[in-house]
């Protein structure tokens, strides 16, 4: 059975999950392990051509966590309206946003996850 995506993204995401960047890490440590009210999340995960940072695949919901480099990148339109396509829900989050009130950004995360926004 062919894989969904392409065959070097398994290595990539291996590698992007251990090079993190520090909202990632961050945020990871907070939604690991059922952690967050119990939703399952996986991060650097491929999705057809794309490794997103994480994914909760039960509710179909990608977080994508942004440096300043995505402010103005149409890649991101692309992949956005790719994931959409595939049945999946992109919230893109600043990492600036991480840093100044995480909670906020988890609270936000949660109330995706359970359709309240």
């Given at each position: 059975m062919a894989r969904p995506y392409?065959?070097?993204?398994?290595?990539?995401?291996?590698k992007l999950r251990r090079d993190g960047t520090d909202p990632e890490a961050i945020i990871w440590s907070f939604v690991r392990n059922r952690q967050l009210n119990g939703f399952k999340f996986r991060r650097q995960v491929p999705i057809g051509p794309y490794i997103v940072d994480l994914v909760c695949q039960e509710r179909r919901l990608v977080v994508e966590l942004d440096g300043w480099q995505h402010a103005y990148d149409l890649r991101d339109v692309e992949r956005d309206r790719?994931?959409?396509?595939?049945?999946?829900?992109?919230?893109?989050?600043?990492?600036?946003?991480?840093?100044?009130?995480?909670s906020a950004v988890l609270e936000h995360i949660v109330a995706v996850l359970e359709g309240r926004a």
């Open positions: 392409p065959e070097t993204a398994r290595g990539n995401a291996r790719f994931l959409q396509g595939v049945g999946y829900r992109v919230l893109r989050v600043w990492n600036q946003e991480v840093f100044v009130d995480r």
